[in-house]
């Protein structure tokens, strides 16, 4: 793999504008390659990646139709779930068989498209609980009481992202008074609060309103200007041409095309695996179409 | 009948050492069920092995022990209990819940089976259990062991007051430790195992650690009431660790509400009150002879009061599953 110096041009989003438009080509700077990363369930191959790398410091969104594999490679790369084959790293370091949870510490965070949102802690709890190592979280140091610093400091961070996600009004609710479209958010925002380097959104948008979802658009692109990195899956084609940076087609578990969000709208193999033999439909709008609400993908618990 | 002796017996029987016995298991109970969602059957031989581990290390050479001091007994207890907790732990922890519910069960059962087992008679006294280890325990006692002290309606004997002021004094221990814990960070990543373990280890928890630091600071907690009812009876008997113990204790924590510090100890005193109240009432009646003896005898009075807690558990779960301290609506809401 060609590793040119980085420079602002061969960082971030940037650097995506020069590179092939090929399956498997390499980044100039990839947080996250997975190669060879093959699963089974029974006769069916879920997934079936022969090599993909992620830019760092890019938004990249990963689309594809349903059971194309999405969900299944999000919980793969996060070690929620072991493949049959392949390797996969993070920052270089690799991930084969490392608990889901040190994969999270490292920096990698993600959350679940059926959402896991903790039901009988408040909302601000739930928040509370993405602060990193907290020193009330081990045993001695919740009886010494001197954690209630850093609590502090937590619960003002998570009081702003709730702003943000337009949740502070339900701040000391259970969770399980929240609506699906508020727990999506709910579960974003507490992803948030671990500070991650690389985010995993698995569709963040579903059964979320327009007006907040511009907002929360705008926000995933603070993050990457923050240098962070974002791979999110997504069904709303408004939103993958919205903000993503580069985009990966899965369809039967292979990566089958990769490219800028426009490209990928006229891609004929892209349009195929959508359509089916519904050539040459305008894409955008017929994707649209397609946007799973939560509830026809509820057919299959994650793990 | 008696009126006044069964109102003072029940009464007394309230705080009693067998009250205390239970609300200890109760506690650990709480901080497994409770709080996060372990379901641990096996309460009762966490209780056995405190009450063993006392037994057999302080029972004088000549019943079978080792004749060690009360102190080396304690620890011994506590270490015993910590180790039986990392062997159940270990292997099933990283399962679903309803593994550890089976390990637990067997294993506390397969304990009770070995330790009265005839082959390690000389290690743990057999069926009849391990006796006479608690002398230097009420040589100890600021109360006169054998005067009867009456406080308005509650009447105990010397050596009673005195089991039950270390019982009550670890009570408090075991709440003030719980409550600590569970308004921390600490507690609310416990909390929040109990509602799902893939959010919690997504967020960057080490989900097995917390699972079995609780587990084994339950089982301590457990561990203790056995102690406490190894010194009240100055005997480890391996029939009162049966599953049935660990059923009443769940019993006083889903009563007094589970999730709540004071559930199990409220809910542990008014089960042993209610208990003994049947107990003592059904035996006053069957010596009476209130009913025909075609109907109940002395034998069967004995059971009346299990078939009383039926009853009551099954009221409980239909008209307030959430006890006596809990948030219905908490009860109530889902996923
Ligand atoms: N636990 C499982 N057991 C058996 N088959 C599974 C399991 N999880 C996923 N699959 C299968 O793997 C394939 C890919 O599923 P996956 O959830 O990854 O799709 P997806 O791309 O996320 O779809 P969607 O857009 O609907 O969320 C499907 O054929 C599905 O039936
Ligand atoms: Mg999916």
Same mark, same amino acid.
Request: hydrophobic fraction near 45%.
């Given at each position: 793999?060609?590793?040119?110096?980085?420079?602002?041009?061969?960082?971030?989003?940037?650097?995506?504008?020069?590179?092939?438009?090929? *399956?498997?080509?390499?980044?100039?700077?990839?947080?996250?390659?997975?190669?060879?990363?093959?699963?089974?369930?029974?006769?069916?191959?879920?997934?079936?990646?022969?090599?993909?790398?992620?830019?760092?410091?890019?938004?990249?969104?990963?689309?594809?139709?349903?059971?194309?594999?999405?969900?299944?490679?999000?919980?793969?790369?996060?070690?929620?779930?072991?493949?049959?084959?392949?390797?996969?790293?993070?920052?270089?370091?690799?991930?084969?068989?490392?608990?889901?949870?040190?994969?999270?510490?490292?920096?990698?965070?993600?959350?679940?498209?059926?959402?896991?949102?903790?039901?009988?802690?408040?909302?601000?709890?739930?928040?509370?609980?993405?602060?990193?190592?907290?020193?009330?979280?081990?045993?001695?140091?919740?009886?010494?009481?001197?954690?209630?610093?850093?609590?502090?400091?937590?619960?003002?961070?998570?009081?702003?992202?709730?702003?943000?996600?337009?949740?502070?009004?339900?701040?000391?609710?259970?969770?399980?008074?929240?609506?699906?479209?508020?727990?999506?958010?709910?579960?974003?925002?507490?992803?948030?609060?671990?500070?991650?380097?690389?985010?995993?959104?698995?569709?963040?948008?579903?059964?979320?309103?327009?007006?907040?979802?511009?907002?929360?658009?705008?926000? *995933?692109?603070?993050?990457?200007?923050?240098?962070?990195?974002?791979?999110?899956?997504?069904?709303?084609?408004?939103?993958?041409?919205?903000?993503?940076?580069?985009?990966?087609?899965?369809?039967?578990?292979?990566?089958?095309?990769?490219?800028?969000?426009?490209?990928?709208?006229?891609?004929?193999?892209?349009?195929?695996?959508?359509?089916?033999?519904?050539?040459?439909?305008?894409?955008?709008?017929?994707?649209?179409?397609?946007?799973?609400?939560?509830?026809?993908?509820?057919?299959?618990?994650?793990? | 009948?008696? =009126?006044?002796?069964?109102?003072?017996?029940?009464?007394?029987?309230?705080?009693?050492?067998?009250?205390?016995?239970?609300?200890?298991?109760?506690?650990?109970?709480?901080?497994?069920?409770?709080?996060?969602?372990?379901?641990?059957?096996?309460?009762?031989?966490?209780?056995?092995?405190?009450?063993?581990?006392? %037994?057999?290390?302080? %029972?004088?050479?000549?019943?079978?022990?080792?004749?060690?001091?009360?102190?080396?007994?304690?620890?011994?207890?506590?270490?015993?209990?910590?180790?039986?907790?990392?062997?159940?732990?270990?292997?099933?922890?990283?399962?679903?819940?309803?593994?550890?519910?089976?390990?637990?069960?067997?294993?506390?059962?397969?304990?009770?089976?070995?330790?009265?087992?005839?082959?390690?008679?000389?290690?743990?006294?057999?069926?009849?259990?391990?006796?006479?280890?608690?002398?230097?325990?009420?040589?100890?006692?600021?109360?006169?062991?054998?005067?009867?002290?009456?406080?308005?309606?509650?009447?105990?004997?010397?050596?009673?007051? =005195?089991?039950?002021?270390?019982? =009550?004094?670890?009570?408090?221990?075991?709440? #003030?430790?719980?409550?600590?814990?569970?308004?921390?960070? =600490?507690?609310?990543?416990?909390?929040?195992?109990?509602?799902?373990?893939?959010?919690?280890?997504?967020?960057?928890?080490?989900?097995?650690?917390?699972?079995?630091?609780?587990?084994?600071?339950?089982?301590?907690?457990?561990?203790?009431?056995?102690?406490?009812?190894?010194?009240?009876?100055?005997?480890?008997?391996?029939?009162?660790?049966?599953?049935?113990?660990?059923?009443?204790?769940?019993?006083?924590?889903?009563?007094?509400? %589970?999730?709540?510090?004071?559930?199990?100890? #409220?809910?542990?005193?008014?089960?042993?009150?209610?208990?003994?109240?049947?107990?003592?009432?059904?035996?006053?009646?069957?010596?009476?002879?209130?009913?025909?003896?075609?109907?109940?005898?002395?034998?069967?009075?004995?059971?009346?009061?299990?078939?009383?807690?039926?009853? #009551?558990?099954?009221?409980?779960?239909?008209?307030?599953?959430?006890?006596?301290?809990?948030?219905?609506?908490?009860?109530?809401?889902?996923?």
């Amino acid at each position: 793999m060609a590793e040119p110096a980085p420079s602002p041009a061969s960082t971030g989003a940037a650097a995506l504008r020069d590179i092939a438009r090929e *399956v498997g080509v390499a980044k100039p700077d990839p947080i996250l390659v997975a190669d060879g990363v093959v699963r089974r369930f029974g006769g069916v191959t879920a997934v079936n990646v022969g090599h993909v790398e992620f830019q760092r410091g890019a938004i990249t969104a990963l689309i594809g139709p349903n059971g194309a594999g999405k969900t299944t490679f999000f919980n793969l790369l996060s070690c929620f779930d072991q493949p049959q084959q392949g390797t996969w790293s993070f920052n270089g370091r690799v991930l084969n068989g490392v608990a889901p949870y040190k994969v999270a510490r490292s920096g990698m965070v993600r959350t679940f498209q059926l959402t896991k949102a903790l039901t009988k802690l408040t909302v601000i709890e739930n928040m509370r609980l993405g602060g990193q190592n907290q020193r009330g979280e081990r045993f001695w140091g919740a009886l010494s009481g001197s954690w209630r610093s850093q609590e502090r400091e937590i619960t003002e961070r998570a009081d702003a992202l709730l702003q943000r996600f337009k949740l502070d009004h339900m701040r000391n609710e259970f969770a399980a008074s929240l609506s699906g479209g508020q727990r999506k958010l709910l579960e974003m925002a507490r992803a948030l609060m671990t500070d991650p380097e690389l985010l995993m959104l698995d569709e963040p948008m579903a059964g979320v309103n327009p007006a907040l979802k511009q907002s929360l658009l705008e926000h *995933v692109k603070t993050l990457r200007d923050e240098g962070r990195s974002v791979i999110f899956v997504e069904h709303d084609m408004d939103m993958v041409y919205d903000i993503s940076d580069w985009v990966v087609v899965m369809a039967e578990g292979r990566v089958i095309a990769e490219g800028t969000p426009a490209e990928i709208g006229a891609n004929v193999a892209v349009i195929d695996a959508y359509l089916g033999t519904h050539h040459g439909a305008e894409l955008s709008g017929d994707l649209a179409a397609h946007t799973a609400d939560e509830s026809s993908s509820e057919r299959r618990a994650e793990p | 009948m008696d =009126w006044g002796f069964i109102g003072t017996q029940s009464i007394s029987a309230l705080i009693g050492p067998m009250a205390v016995f239970y609300i200890l298991g109760a506690q650990g109970l709480n901080l497994h069920y409770g709080y996060t969602g372990l379901l641990n059957f096996g309460q009762a031989g966490f209780m056995a092995t405190g009450a063993y581990g006392v %037994a057999i290390c302080c %029972a004088s050479e000549a019943a079978g022990g080792y004749g060690l001091p009360l102190w080396v007994g304690f620890l011994v207890a506590v270490v015993a209990t910590v180790l039986l907790a990392l062997l159940l732990g270990v292997p099933t922890l990283r399962l679903r819940g309803d593994y550890l519910a089976i390990v637990t069960i067997a294993a506390s059962e397969i304990l009770r089976i070995v330790l009265r087992s005839e082959a390690l008679e000389d290690f743990s006294g057999g069926n009849s259990g391990m006796a006479g280890f608690a002398r230097s325990f009420y040589d100890a006692n600021p109360f006169t062991n054998g005067r009867r002290y009456e406080l308005g309606p509650f009447s105990y004997l010397g050596k009673d007051l =005195w089991v039950m002021t270390v019982g =009550w004094g670890l009570i408090a221990i075991a709440a #003030v430790l719980t409550f600590l814990l569970m308004r921390s960070p =600490w507690g609310r990543v416990l909390r929040s195992i109990r509602e799902n373990e893939d959010a919690v280890r997504s967020l960057g928890k080490n989900v097995f650690s917390y699972k079995m630091q609780s587990l084994v600071l339950g089982a301590v907690m457990g561990a203790a009431g056995g102690v406490v009812l190894a010194l009240y009876q100055n005997l480890a008997s391996p029939d009162d660790y049966g599953t049935k113990t660990t059923f009443i204790a769940y019993t006083a924590l889903i009563l007094g509400g %589970a999730a709540r510090v004071g559930g199990p100890i #409220v809910g542990g005193m008014i089960f042993y009150g209610f208990f003994a109240f049947m107990q003592v009432t059904a035996s006053q009646a069957a010596k009476a002879d209130v009913l025909p003896r075609s109907i109940m005898d002395s034998v069967q009075a004995g059971i009346v009061p299990f078939l009383f807690l039926g009853v #009551v558990l099954m009221l409980l779960v239909v008209f307030r599953p959430q006890g006596i301290f809990g948030d219905r609506r908490e009860i109530e809401l889902d996923g």
